[in-house]
């Protein structure tokens, strides 16, 4: 929770100005989930002119009908595109073109594999790097650990344990150098030329030379000490501990000209060739595979070319595959995608607020969760079948031993901790960390007004799950968060089976659930798991986010995995068919010159709710291919959006018809931060219906976050924006 205190002026206006830019978190910080608004989400809203379920049945997000605005199988991507297409082909949309990754450095435990891996040492010190710092939303998937981060905060650490590592590597090195003179000068060219090419991943004999004018001033001290002295540079340079993903960036630092083919000619971006990019190449499918550095087989083959030949590259991939350092692979998948990159603290028991720091259950937990993606990433298993229990990912310790973050005095709730994953890793929604409440709804409020929270008891965990999932300003957001962890409740924070005391049965989403099994049909029945888990490992292989909503580039990539064509045998697809898939495609070979730069999604309090986005123009014919149906699906958080007759909630939507005839019918719920205003929608001023205000205003409208999954309006790919915004006026005018 902020502490801020409440507004006290008497003018209501300023009041509700105010309010407006005051976040008061009533939960432990939400990382991950959906934006609550106008006081509604999953069948919140009043929908008491709605037509019902048998009128208007429900559409599963897999059946053909799901939100195609003719009724019609959805096979549209996105804006641009009128078809199901492939990894990177069709469209000439400009927006469709395979996007860049930034520049970034190693996690902690990758640049522990690289030092262990180029010189056979323990390397170990390095994964006591500092842990990344929590944030919120889909982007801290790939932003988490792998900051490019210059700050005294990594590199006075980084240097204090190269410096030790340097010392031990040099011992081993130098145990067949002479002492002294030109034959230890000699040595120590010959022990470094193969360290040097690894991990400065280049061929370039030029860093050798460069690592010997390092050493030289110590040659009166013998072949240790320059050893120790050209270590400790090779590895504390950026040439190291930076992937160097922008090749236009890394060409001006240097001086050189952008990489091009030898005879000079111009070729588009997403073509580039030569030695940079080559060498990006190799360090692209070293960091994926092996979670390391090149070895000299694979510099060798991108700098000779080798690997611009398709078949040649799919070659090297089945011999990176087939190496024992690819069991790395599923492993720092798992920790990313499941968020394990984090202090080591667990809650034995939910009977106490009682944390304890146990870093061997921790890693017990990454190595059990790696063992279960492993089954889809080598062992043939079908994506959902990571679901599957026993022996799935929803008893798996590194859920059920999730806590929130801290905040406030928070940070140790199992069932928020565990709702949390599940929204996240397995749904791909997102929620703010906290909400914008107006004055009246967390004024002595026991969980949201700071005065009294930091003066009372937090209450049990049992007590927390009924006053949210029932309090107005919190059950919106928390009957999704909660309601998840407590449908596991016979497990401990340990992940050990609890006590079966007397518990009312949990309602997720409308649908009584209880136990891992039917958890997990409940996530499968929603139709967004296998798009999910495309979406997390796509973040994790082209090491950028990937975000659906927010460009058409991104959702043809995440529906072509997940929707596409099956493998050649015709069996469900795995995790490792997607991988090979990705590995091979364009956007991970030639990614383009725009380079994503996505930042994680802001607090409830920032301006990026608040300040107004008008939509950019947009023709009837830019808008032919919208579908407002999976629109609404994918991206709005209300339940006025989805309606009650869902089995799960708010996942389910029927054609454009029915969406449309659904938010002429909604109303907002008479508690909520909006209740002042008649209808969504205006027939008589369409441009200012309140679900258009909220969508370009956000916050600014009603005091409350706007109802986008996301970051808010910027979250979201500027013609959809734009379009929705049209086909809501039309709406409104009866179209």
Not at 213 to 231: D, I, S, Y
């Amino acid at each position: 929770m902020a502490g801020q205190q409440p507004a006290g002026s008497g003018d209501p206006a300023a009041r509700r100005r105010a309010s407006v830019r005051r976040v008061e978190a009533c939960f432990g910080p939400v990382l991950v989930a959906i934006f609550a608004w106008a006081g509604c989400a999953a069948g919140g809203c009043s929908q008491a002119r709605e037509r019902t379920p048998a009128q208007a049945p429900p559409v599963p997000l897999g059946s053909p009908a799901r939100g195609a605005s003719d009724g019609a199988a959805l096979r549209a991507a996105g804006p641009g595109v009128a078809q199901s297409l492939a990894l990177d082909g069709g469209g000439d949309d400009a927006r469709d073109a395979p996007r860049g990754s930034p520049d970034r450095r190693l996690t902690r435990f990758e640049l522990a594999y690289a030092v262990g891996d180029v010189f056979e040492v323990d390397a170990s010190p390095l994964r006591s790097l500092p842990w990344p710092s929590a944030s919120i939303g889909d982007v801290p998937d790939i932003l988490v650990g792998r900051q490019l981060d210059r700050s005294d905060a990594f590199r006075g650490p980084y240097r204090r344990i190269v410096h030790g590592l340097a010392d031990t590597i040099s011992a081993r090195l130098a145990a067949t150098c002479r002492s002294a003179g030109a034959p230890a000068m000699e040595c120590v060219r010959a022990r470094l030329a193969d360290p040097a090419a690894r991990l400065w991943r280049t061929l370039d004999p030029g860093a050798l030379d460069e690592l010997e004018q390092v050493a030289r001033p110590h040659a009166a001290e013998g072949a240790r000490a320059m050893l120790r002295a050209a270590v400790e540079r090779l590895l504390d340079d950026e040439r190291f501990f930076v992937l160097q993903l922008e090749l236009e960036r890394a060409a001006d630092a240097a001086g050189r000209e952008h990489p091009g083919p030898p005879s000079g000619e111009a070729v588009p971006r997403r073509q580039a060739t030569g030695q940079p990019a080559r060498r990006r190449l190799a360090n692209r499918l070293a960091l994926v595979l092996w979670s390391s550095v090149p070895d000299l087989t694979l510099l060798r083959h991108a700098e000779s070319g080798a690997l611009d030949d398709p078949a040649l590259l799919r070659a090297e991939i089945a011999r990176m595959r087939s190496d024992p350092r690819f069991a790395r692979f599923a492993r720092e998948l798992a920790r990313q995608w499941l968020r394990l990159d984090r202090p080591p603290l667990f809650r034995p028991s939910l009977a106490e607020r009682r944390l304890v720091s146990d870093p061997r259950r921790l890693d017990a937990s990454v190595e059990a969760a790696a063992r279960i993606l492993e089954k889809s990433v080598s062992g043939g298993a079908p994506v959902p079948e990571l679901l599957s229990e026993p022996g799935g990912l929803l008893t798996s310790a590194a859920l059920l031993g999730a806590i929130s973050t801290e905040i406030r005095g928070g940070g140790d709730e199992s069932w928020l901790g565990r709702g949390l994953v599940v929204q996240s890793a397995f749904l791909c929604r997102s929620f703010p960390l906290a909400a914008i409440y107006p004055l009246a709804l967390w004024q002595d409020h026991p969980l949201l007004d700071p005065h009294l929270a930091a003066t009372t008891r937090r209450p049990p965990e049992p007590a927390m799950l009924a006053t949210r999932t029932e309090d107005g300003p919190c059950w919106a957001c928390h009957r999704q968060l909660e309601t998840i962890g407590a449908a596991l409740w016979m497990f401990d924070g340990l992940g050990r089976s609890a006590s079966r005391g007397p518990h009312a049965p949990v309602s997720v989403a409308g649908q009584s659930v209880e136990g891992p099994r039917e958890l997990a049909r409940w996530i499968l029945g929603t139709g967004r798991f296998e798009a999910c888990a495309a979406q997390k490992l796509a973040t994790y292989v082209l090491a950028r986010a990937v975000l659906p909503l927010k460009r058409s580039a991104d959702r043809r990539l995440v529906d072509d995995l997940s929707t596409g064509a099956k493998p050649a045998a015709g069996n469900e697809p795995t995790l490792g068919d997607w991988l090979e898939r990705l590995l091979q495609s364009e956007s991970f070979r030639q990614p383009g010159a725009p380079v994503v730069r996505d930042v994680p999604t802001p607090l409830a309090s920032s301006n990026d709710y608040v300040t107004p986005r008008p939509p950019v123009a947009a023709s009837p014919r830019a808008c032919a291919s919208f579908s407002p149906g999976r629109f609404l699906v994918d991206a709005c958080g209300s339940g006025a959006c989805h309606g009650p007759g869902s089995p799960t909630g708010a996942f389910a939507v029927a054609d454009a018809a029915t969406a449309a005839a659904r938010l002429r019918a909604a109303e907002p719920r008479p508690d909520g931060y909006c209740a002042d205003e008649p209808k969504l929608i205006d027939a008589a001023r369409p441009a200012e219906s309140l679900i258009i205000r909220k969508v370009t205003a956000g916050g600014a409208v009603c005091g409350a976050p706007m109802p986008v999954v996301g970051g808010g309006a910027k979250s979201l790919d500027p013609l959809d924006h734009a379009c929705f915004v049209r086909w809501v006026e039309g709406v409104a005018r009866g179209g």
